[in-house]
C-alpha cells in the first residue's frame, strides 16, 4: 500500500506526526505537503495530491488543513475521489467500510496527533464491504458523471 499525504501551511507538524506512524508501521508514502514556514493554497495541494490517487499511483491519500474541511471540498470535486473529513473514529471507519472512501481529509487545528493517528491507521486498515454499499458507491459515481 502506498500512501499520498500533503497539507497546506496549517498541517506541517500534524503531517509530520503522521509521517512518523507511516515509517512506524512501514507504510510506503510520498510526502506533497509544505514545510513549516511555507504557504499554499488548499484546493492546490488537494488536486496534486489526488493526482497521486487518480492515476493509480497511490492507492489513498491523507490531506491535512486547518479544519480538513476546505481539502475535503476540494477533494470531492475531483472525478473518482470520495474523500471524508473525519474527527472521531467511527466515521473514520464506516468511511471505508459503507463510502469506500479513498482519501481522508482531517484537521490539525481540530485533532491532536494521538487521535489523528488513530483516525489514519482504522482508515487504513478497514475493507471496503461492498454488497449493498457497492451499489450506493456506484451511485455517487453516476452523480460524478452528470
Ligand atoms: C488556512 O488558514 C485554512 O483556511 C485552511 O487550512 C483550511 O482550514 C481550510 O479549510
Redesign the pocket.
Known sequence: MKIAIGN???GPQLKQELIGYFQEKGIEYVDLGVAEGEKCD?PDKAAQVCEKVTSGECDMAVLV???G???SMCANKIKGIRAACCSDYFSAKFTRAHNDANVLCL?A?VLGAGLAAELVDVFLNTPFEGGRHQRRVDKITELENR
Do not use: K
Open positions: 497546506d501551511h496549517a488548499y488543513c486547518g479544519t474541511i476546505g481539502m484537521g487545528r
